[in-house]
């Protein structure tokens, strides 16, 4: 049986890795060791060939990265929990921001996202998302690409050029709604979304990785300047969710996961949710799992998390609660609440007597059915339990495996591009046919001076096209029309309903 472990109470506590896709829940205050409760199971999965997907939020997880310092005290814990084989080493490491700076770009594009999680980000009502909503439909019937924020200005700058147009065909704007989403996309950029819209846009077989030994590979997201725009934050989780939902295959309950996920400071995720997508995010929840993806939230108090998504969250590690507030001790009593009862605990009592390094723990064994509450010491990593320098980071940099593949931006022509080419009047040149093209110019200036009136009809001259170019541009501008509502998005993915990607 592939398992993990966990700690040690009266025995040994393990989480096996069959149901390691039902989800699971870290919690505990500042301070009691829920960051190394993540490390353990982080490269515990690693070891297993699982890939993990972390948000660094405190910047102290890169540690992972290094192997640990040996000390009396971590082999002492180790022999008293049973770890037969234990040393020091680093775990495969590859690093994200969504900056750029800390590591490799994550990007995605304005499509992809959608109005409905760009409108979150964005914090628009309900008038100003269907605003929104048009902007994007607007641009698949004209054929324009959405990819970075500049597509999207640029497009609702042609709403408010072609306002009274636009609203006779899609429903009415107005310019004070319009105005206001404008500069709710000036203050996106300030906070850093002009570096996360764009292409090359994430591809997820580049989170699901495993090294040359067979090692899942622990993707790191540098989030401690994210944190600061909690919008941004959350939306881009929701985005990944509902990108890892969408594409992988439905796969039942595997032997182990093809991905874990850790969610740091999971409160963020759902503060300000709307009732209609937190309904959505309870749905992906419950359906994820069947795609081998398990979701770990790590915060302080379990009812940081909604209960509908609490209940589905089967493998816990609870650290200790202070109960000084009136709101600490309710969250105690709802901690307390979650586990299956242990005749020798009584759960609400323990759970502020914990030490540092010591949790409840419960997973799910057989059938998925969760075991008793059970009072453990939690195995420590092999890794460093704190953060790399950042000379340490630039060298894990350098070795990654994804090499330069997003390191570097592209541009590719989209709707900013063509927009400012239609108000300058600069053509759009095919440059697969740009000879061709050539040729035919030169032939038809040539048969115009050799046939008269008659040629300059079908073919047209210097001041005005002919009868063949303008059918030709009629059919261009057709085709690219009927292309242009082929144009699909991933909107919330499944969370929202099936969508296709071209």
């Known amino acids: 049986m592939n398992t993990l472990l966990i700690g040690k109470g009266d025995q040994q506590v393990h989480l096996n890795l069959k149901y390691a896709n039902r989800h699971g829940l870290i919690a505990g205050a500042t301070g009691t060791g829920k960051t190394v409760s993540l490390m353990s199971l982080a490269e515990g999965f690693s ?22 310092t040996p000390s009396e005290k971590l082999l002492q814990r180790a022999a008293q929990i049973g770890i037969e084989d234990y040393h020091n080493e680093a775990n495969p490491v590859v690093l994200w921001d969504l ?39 607007l641009a698949d019937d004209q054929g324009l690409l959405l990819l970075d924020l500049d597509d999207l200005r640029a497009m609702l700058a042609l709403v408010a050029e072609e306002r009274k147009e636009v609203s006779a065909k899609y429903g009415l704007i107005s310019a004070q709604s319009l105005a206001a989403i404008q500069r709710s996309v000036l ?37 401690n300047k994210l944190i600061l725009t909690p ?20 796969i039942g309950d595997p032997e182990k996961p093809k991905l874990v996920f850790f969610i740091d400071e999971a409160h963020l995720l759902f503060e300000g949710c709307p009732p209609s997508l937190l309904k959505r995010v309870e749905q992906i929840m419950r359906l994820i799992r069947s795609k081998g993806v398990g979701v770990y939230f790590c915060s302080q108090f379990p009812d940081d998390v909604p209960g509908e998504i609490l209940g589905q969250l089967g493998n816990r590690i609870q650290h200790a609660l ?35 390094g010591e949790a409840l723990v419960s997973m799910l064994a057989d059938k998925g059915v969760p075991t008793m509450v059970e009072r453990a010491l939690i195995a420590p990593p092999r890794c460093r339990m704190g953060p790399a320098t950042s ?51 030169g032939q038809t200036g040539q048969k115009a001076e050799e046939q008269g009136w008659f040629s300059e009809l079908i073919f047209g001259n210097k001041r005005r096209q002919g009868l063949a170019e303008t059918l030709s541009k009629q059919a261009a501008r057709t085709v690219g029309s009927q292309l242009g509502k082929q144009i699909l998005r991933g909107i919330l993915g499944g969370m929202l309903g099936k969508s296709s990607r071209r």
């Open 47 to 68: 070891r297993q060939g699982v890939p993990v997907f972390i948000t660094d939020v405190k910047g102290d997880i890169s540690g992972l990265a290094m192997a640990g």
């Open 99 to 137: 900056a750029g700076v800390q590591g490799h770009p994550l990007r995605t594009t304005i499509s992809e996202m959608g109005p409905t999680l760009l409108s979150r980000i964005l914090e628009l009502n309900d008038t100003q998302s269907g605003i929104l909503d048009i902007v994007f439909q």
């Open 187 to 223: 203050g996106l950029e300030r906070d850093g979304g002009k570096d996360f819209f764009g292409e090359p846009a994430l591809q997820l077989e580049d989170l699901m990785r495993t090294n040359l030994q067979g090692r899942g590979i622990i993707n790191l997201l540098a989030a």
């Open 231 to 250: 919008r941004l934050y959350s939306s881009f989780l929701l985005w990944l969710l509902s990108e890892l939902f969408e594409n992988l295959p439905e």
């Open 322 to 356: 202070r109960a000084y507030t009136p709101r600490d001790q309710k969250a105690v009593k709802t901690a307390a609440e979650t586990f299956v009862p242990n005749p020798k605990l009584v759960v609400s009592e323990v759970i502020s007597q914990l030490g540092v």
């Open 391 to 441: 000379e340490e980071l630039h060298q894990v940099r350098a070795q990654s495996p994804i090499g330069g593949k997003y390191d570097h931006a592209i541009n590719r022509e989209s709707a900013y591009e063509l927009l400012n080419q239609k108000r300058t009047g600069v053509a759009t040149i095919n440059p697969t046919s740009t000879a061709s093209d050539t040729a035919n110019d």
